[in-house]
């Protein structure tokens, strides 16, 4: 606990707090987006916001693994549990998150599908082992960080000869999904975000190292912090991105740096080599198809690919209408431009995949701001009302 | 748990378990009753005999409180369910400033119940509650088929009496008044969820379940005017807070640097993604009060075994009406939530 604690120092947290508002010009904005939902989620659970001044924005990335995957994929997984019969192990997250029809994975299970919750993969391997006459797919789901567990499922399978195990693989990849939406307004000037820089991932840092990010510096000219996970960290990322703004430097720093090196974890990334190929595209909820940002099971693992195993129909997956998760996860949007925030769409009654999850950006506006959101949401209105 | 006089109390084989007749009514449920209860529960009101326990009639105002168990595990460190039976009915009646005077017991046993479980549980109901002081005055047994309950499910009710010039209820609230917390946070659901299968971690923490009535008695001697008591279970300190003020035109404001929270509990919590302010207390007291009388009740609260770590975490107020919000540890602030969706199952 003491770790936790000298993060979250208070002391610490208004020198830092101090800092930036001295440095930070007011008559400038500074965007910073940070692209992990584990930030998203630190910045709303400590109130980082208010240690800031009001120029300097968090916009929220599309880092919410639960968040971006495809409504087309988590309607096979359904189709999977249900159709096939087999026994669909997911982490718990996924299972409320509505797919067609506002369909989830928990509302099949009620209607008699075997979905079962697990805390990991090896859960998944277990279930495989106990129920040999049954298939048991593991929902792979996330970014780097998720992946090499899913790999080592996969190859102790080979290892162990099991015929009835096999992975749904949606696993996607940080640094392409960056680069898409940084292409982005060029495609589609509407939806131009203005970014001054980036928050970058700790944990998939620690697995890819920072070199994954040099692209962005480099070519976009973007500045890039690699920060921790705790607030004390979020808030002198912020510090060192502002400095690399006013300096005029576009630079990858490591903030990170008691965890996070240039080359990252090798032997994991040799692992997910060894079981994973890159896919030509994938489609992320939000931002529609990003070229090479997902893996896929290599062909001499095809026996533990449930896509290679299951015959998966095709299907024409509908969104809710009006759900704006697609413009959140772009950072385009914000929680209080859906008309659904709060009446329609709840964390008990959720119609996105951004309210969840904790670490998406409705779910966060909702559990931690809940009562400034609905406030701009009336005055907005009320403003909106005045104009007509 | 009636007319156990005539049989007398049997030794079962160690391996022995409840079968279907056990719960039958007829000889063998006298049996289980008077070798695995009645040993531990004895008092003088079980032993009237009667099918209803007879009290004499106490002045002042009644309370009565019920409360079904369903724990899962039924032994975990720090408790088990029978303990958990009687501080959880004790502390409801508590919470209404009452002194409890007697307790009720009915168990559903699942048919193949090992008996020294059973055995187990009882002698710990029994002992929970002689140290309370309140005696079991009647109880009632089922059995239910094998696979048609999970071992033994127990609910439990309390009777208590509420001393005069007490009014404790959520109707006294006000801007202002002062929020104690008896001790630290998350303790029992911590303590749960490190036995869950899937889940186990190694950890130290034991469940907080206890008895609370004698702190509250003393609180209540004090400070008859105290506003409202609140143990806070399930749901954990958020969902009593939130309870408190949604739909009302009073706020909180809480402070988390001042709530207590064991470093193991904080870490665990970190660990699986949860929020101590979530998490299940079985033997914490919520204390709103005049801010006069915030001191004397600390000082009370501290002087007790299950007070020793009480603090002064926040103050009601008007301003955002129907919100919790917490100044956070780094000194931002935010709203304090109910717990959405499904805690994990079965934590008391
Ligand atoms: S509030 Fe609900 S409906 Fe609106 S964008 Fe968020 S998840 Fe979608």
């Known amino acids: 606990m003491k770790y936790v604690e000298e993060f979250r120092d208070r002391a610490l947290a208004e020198k830092l707090s101090a800092a930036i508002r001295a440095e930070a010009d007011p008559v400038r904005s500074y965007n910073f987006m940070e692209f992990c939902g584990g930030h998203t989620h630190a910045i709303f659970r400590y109130g980082v916001q208010d240690l800031v001044p009001a120029n300097v924005q968090f916009v929220h990335g599309p880092g919410c693994p639960v968040c971006i995957l495809p409504i087309r994929r988590l309607d096979d997984a359904i189709e999977l549990a249900e159709r096939h019969g087999v026994i669909l192990c997911s982490y718990g997250d996924m299972l409320r998150v509505p797919g067609s029809k506002r369909r989830s994975l928990l509302s099949a299970k009620a209607q008699g599908a075997d979905v079962r919750m697990v805390y990991s993969t090896l859960d998944a391997l277990d279930i495989a082992r106990q129920n040999p006459d049954r298939q048991v797919v593991f929902l792979g789901i996330g970014f780097e960080t998720t992946t090499p567990p899913t790999a080592l499922a996969i190859r102790q399978a080979a290892d162990e000869g099991l015929t009835n195990f096999s992975v749904f693989c949606n696993h996607v990849l940080t640094p392409a999904a960056i680069r898409h939406i940084l292409d982005a307004p060029d495609i589609d000037p509407d939806e131009a975000v203005h970014l001054d820089g980036f928050l970058g991932p700790s944990h998939v840092s620690t697995v890819i190292g920072s070199k994954p990010y040099e692209f962005l510096s480099e070519t976009y000219r973007k500045p890039v912090v690699i920060a921790g996970f705790e607030p004390l960290d979020v808030l002198q990322s912020v510090l060192m991105l502002i400095r690399q703004v006013n300096e005029g430097r576009v630079e990858v720093e490591n903030q990170y740096a008691r965890v996070v090196t240039r080359e990252g974890n090798t032997k994991a990334q040799d692992l997910v080599d060894e079981i994973f190929e890159l896919r030509p595209a994938f489609e992320w909820r939000g931002l529609g198809m990003v070229a090479r940002s997902a893996l896929a099971i290599r062909p001499a693992y095809a026996a533990f690919d449930a896509e290679a195993r299951f015959d998966l129909s095709d299907k024409t997956s509908r969104e809710v209408k009006s759900c704006e998760c697609p413009a959140i996860l772009r950072g385009v949007k914000k929680p209080k431009d859906c008309k659904l925030f709060g009446t329609v769409c709840t964390p008990d009654n959720p119609m996105g995949s951004c309210m969840v999850s904790s670490e998406g950006s409705c779910a966060a506006y909702w559990t931690y701001r809940r009562a400034e959101t609905l406030a701009e949401m009336a005055k907005d209105k009320a403003m909106a009302e005045q104009a007509a | ?348």
């Not at chain 2, 720090?78 to 508590?94: E, F, K, Q, R, W």
């Not at chain 2, 919470?95 to 009882?122: D, H, K, Q, S, Y």
């Not at chain 2, 005049?290 to 009480?310: K, P």
């Open chain 2, 1 to 348: 748990m009636t007319a156990m006089q005539p049989i007398r109390a049997k030794r079962f084989p160690a391996d022995a378990r409840v079968t279907m007749s056990h719960g039958g009514g007829g000889r063998a449920t006298s049996e289980l009753i008077a070798s695995v209860f009645a040993p531990h529960f004895a008092n003088p009101l079980l032993e009237q005999g009667h099918d209803a326990a007879r009290l004499d009639r106490p002045a002042g105002r009644i309370v009565v409180s019920t409360d079904g168990h369903v724990i899962s595990p039924l032994f975990f460190p720090g408790g088990d369910i029978g303990s958990l039976a009687v501080h959880g009915t004790l502390n409801d009646v508590a919470m209404g400033g009452a002194r409890p005077i007697a307790l009720t017991a009915a168990f559903v046993i699942e048919e193949g119940f090992p008996l020294a479980n059973l055995e187990r549980i009882a002698a710990s109901m029994g002992e929970a509650a002689r140290r309370a002081g309140v005696p079991i005055a009647t109880g009632d047994t089922k059995v239910v088929e094998r696979g048609k309950g999970d071992g033994v499910f127990i609910t439990t009710t309390g009777i208590g009496v509420v001393p005069d010039g007490v009014e404790i209820g959520p109707d006294r609230l006000a801007a202002g008044q002062a929020i104690l917390l008896s001790g630290t946070l998350g303790d029992h659901g911590v303590a749960i969820m490190s036995q869950r299968q899937g889940l186990e971690f190694e950890t130290t923490i034991t469940s907080d379940s206890a008895a609370l009535h004698r702190m509250v008695a003393d609180m209540v001697a004090a400070v008859p005017g105290i506003a409202l008591l609140r143990d806070p279970t399930r749901g954990g300190l958020s969902s009593t807070l939130n309870e408190l003020v949604e739909g009302t035109r009073l706020g909180v404001l809480i402070e988390e640097a001042v709530i207590p929270v064991k470093g193991e509990v904080a870490s665990a919590c970190e660990l699986l993604g949860l929020d101590p302010l979530h998490i299940a207390n079985e033997g914490k007291l919520v204390c709103i009060c005049e801010e006069a009388d915030a001191e004397t009740l600390l000082a009370i609260m501290r002087s007790h075994g299950e007070g020793t770590d009480a603090a002064r975490i926040g103050t009601v107020t008007a301003e955002e009406p129907g919100f919790v919000r917490m100044t956070t540890a780094i000194g931002g602030t935010r709203i304090v939530d109910w717990l959405s969706g499904e805690q994990l199952p079965r934590i008391c």
